[in-house]
T-cell receptor, first 114, second 119 residues
Framework: AQSVTQLGSHVSVSEGALVLLRCNYSSSVPPYLFWYVQYPNQGLQLLLKYTSAATLVKGINGFEAEFKKSETSFHLTKPSAHMSDAAEYFC????????????FGQGTTLQVKP | GAVVSQHPSWVICKSGTSVKIECRSL??????MFWYRQFPKQSLMLMAT?????????EQGVEKDKFLINHASLTLSTLTVTSAHPEDSSFYIC???????????????FGQGTRLTVV
């Protein structure tokens, strides 16, 4: 069975500071990994995805994530936080190739302080 | 990217009544859609997989008689919460894959969600 663990339910950074949101996964097959962002009372927007190509994945809004198989991690980073980045972030792993079916982590709330 | 729309965005209903939530793929045909449930400040939990023209596949612990799913066409799946109770109050989100996309096997598009409040 696959699972995702997000370390830290709440992360607070200052505007302009580095953003680091942690995600570790468990999967018996090569995983497809995703990061989504959710704003209050809205659906999910895809930030980026790993699909066994390049291990460093660049996404929208300046975010990127690095797949590290040895560490079973897929941490999300952004060099400089912006106030508009404040939201809920979810890491997810797909069940094999049927990637419509996702297993989500617990979510991390990102707070950006002025 | 592909567009998935849910309706309504929010609904308030009385305990004991039934509520129907629609999930539409606006610019593509989706043979498979997924329904998730999200409690406040929690993650998304997959409830069921909706298959066009066949019965939905429910996740363990989800009551299929309470959460009725109908995928009658390639662009519409509905979730009906029957005999709703306050504990059914939650945020319900659907997703679908676009089979036309080159990355169709790697991405799901989400609707904007439906906030259900049962009073």
């Amino acid at each position: 069975a696959q699972s995702v663990t997000q370390l830290g339910s709440h992360v607070s950074v200052s505007e302009g500071a580095l953003v680091l949101l942690r995600c570790n996964y468990s999967s018996s097959v090569p995983p497809y990994l995703f990061w989504y962002v959710q704003y209050p009372n809205q659906g999910l927007q895809l930030l980026l995805k790993y699909t066994s190509a390049a291990t460093l994945v660049k996404g929208i809004n300046g975010f990127e994530a690095e797949f590290k198989k040895s560490e079973t991690s897929f941490h999300l980073t952004k060099p400089s936080a912006h106030m508009s980045d404040a939201a809920e972030y979810f890491c997810a792993v797909s069940e094999g190739s049927n990637t419509g079916k996702l297993i989500f982590g617990q979510g991390t709330t990102l707070q950006v302080k002025p | 990217g592909a567009v998935v729309s849910q309706h309504p965005s929010w609904v308030i209903c009385k305990s004991g009544t039934s509520v129907k939530i629609e999930c539409r793929s606006l610019d593509f045909q989706a043979t498979t859609m997924f329904w998730y449930r999200q409690f406040p400040k929690q993650s998304l939990m997959l409830m069921a997989t909706s298959n066009e023209g066949s019965k939905a596949t429910y996740e363990q612990g989800v009551e299929k008689d309470k959460f009725l799913i109908n995928h009658a066409s390639l662009t519409l799946s509905t979730l009906t919460v029957t005999s709703a109770h306050p504990e059914d109050s939650s945020f319900y989100i659907c997703s679908a894959r676009d089979p036309r996309s080159l990355s169709s096997n790697t991405e799901a598009f989400f609707g904007q969600g439906t906030r259900l409040t049962v009073v």
